[in-house]
């Protein structure tokens, strides 16, 4: 395979705010194997900011790849995928570049089998997927009646990041204009003790929230809030922390939150959620305020997962300043139809 790494930024059009800071600009590498007319496409864009690892470090990792990569032949199945992944030793210190180069195989075995991304994924993935709309900034409540007009019947709020009594008067306001039939979530990025969580959780939950993703990053006290709390939860953030084999047979959370450019790839996410499903768990899949390629790679796997209940955090499109190029990315009526081209469909 003949291998291409270029340098790529993402612009947002205007700061995204949580928790953890403001996002701005994201720095990041697209990814390309050749063989042959074919070409897979990956992208590696760590979301660091959030505590992951760096642009820097995605860097190397590529770099170190690039003599194997361009001695090996394409795959031709997914464990042959898995097997040349964990031969890539220069990749274990960055999931993001985890990410790339598998996504990057992906769409070419997927190409070579002349099949859309997902149904090299799952023999049954689903043609369209529920998304969810990400409230930010300060008018929410008319943020909120946009989305809604648009189609999402899912909204999710950051919060975390500011003093709880404001965030509570955003969620009443964003409620009474929506009304109950609106699907609410809020994400504080684990930003809360446990105690402020449970305590914060029980107030906010009159607002009917149908979950808060990481209200701490102890995965020891997901347990215990979700215990106190009146609200169902969801793990993000502490997913690359820890084992989640016995958190799941605990039954600690009710959601898995699955992000490719964290966990390391499409096949390490889906794996995860299949465990889930034979636990009883949820899960979702979202974007770490990726670009194009990444986000298409998310939308695959979201339609490949066993469940369809979530909305998955995919509309992140509209934040960023250069507009998608493919028209699919964009949601209609709060759902992403998947294209029936081969590979990614880019």
């Known amino acids: 395979m003949q291998v291409a790494i270029q340098e790529i930024w993402l612009d947002l059009r205007e700061p995204l705010r949580s928790a953890r800071g403001e996002t701005r600009r994201r720095r990041g590498f697209r990814v390309e194997l050749h ?22 470090e995605a860097e190397q990792a590529l770099q170190g790849t690039l ?19 964990l ?3 220069s990749l274990e210190g960055s999931a993001s570049a985890r990410y790339g180069v598998e996504l990057a195989m992906l769409d070419l075995l997927s190409a070579t089998q002349g099949i859309p ?7 049954e993935p689903r043609a369209r997927v529920k998304v969810n709309a990400l409230l930010a900034g300060d ?20 919060v975390g990041g500011r003093p709880v009594a404001e965030d509570a008067a955003r969620l009443k306001a964003i409620r009474a204009r929506v009304g109950p039939g609106v699907k609410l979530r809020i994400d504080p990025n684990g930003a809360w003790p446990e105690l402020e969580a449970v305590r914060t959780l029980q107030d906010l ?8 993703e990481q209200p701490v990053l102890d995965p020891n006290a997901m347990l215990r809030v979700r215990t106190e709390a009146r609200v169902p939860i969801a793990a993000d953030e502490s997913l690359a922390l820890a084992s989640w084999r016995p958190a799941l047979a605990a039954g600690s959370v009710d959601v898995l939150v699955l992000k490719p450019m964290v966990l390391g790839g499409l096949l390490p996410a889906l794996d995860l959620a299949l465990e889930a499903d034979l636990h009883e768990v949820g899960a979702y899949v979202t974007s770490s305020i990726d670009g194009e390629i990444a986000r298409a790679g998310a939308a695959h796997l979201a339609a490949a997962i066993p469940q369809d209940r979530w909305a998955h955090g995919l509309a992140i499109g509209e934040w960023l300043r250069e507009p998608d190029r493919h028209a699919w990315l964009t949601p209609r009526g709060g759902e992403i139809a998947l294209p029936e081209a081969v590979g990614l469909g880019l």
């Not at 063989?35 to 820097?56: H, N």
């Not at 991304?117 to 023999?123: K, Y």
């Not at 989305?147 to 999402?152: K, L, P, T, Y």
């Not at 939950?205 to 808060?212: F, K, V």
């Open 67 to 85: 003599v194997m990569l361009s001695s090996a032949s394409a795959p031709r199945s997914i464990p042959e995928v898995r097997d040349l992944m």
């Open 117 to 123: 991304l997902r149904e090299l994924l799952s023999p």
């Open 139 to 158: 008018d929410v409540a008319d943020a909120a009646s946009r989305a809604v007009e648009r189609g999402f019947g899912t909204l999710k709020l950051k």
């Open 87 to 89: 031969g890539l030793t």
């Open 205 to 212: 939950a009159r607002y009917d929230l149908e979950l808060c």
């Open 35 to 56: 063989e042959g007319l074919r070409v897979g496409l990956g992208e590696a864009t760590p979301p660091e900011e959030m505590g992951y690892d760096s642009a820097r």
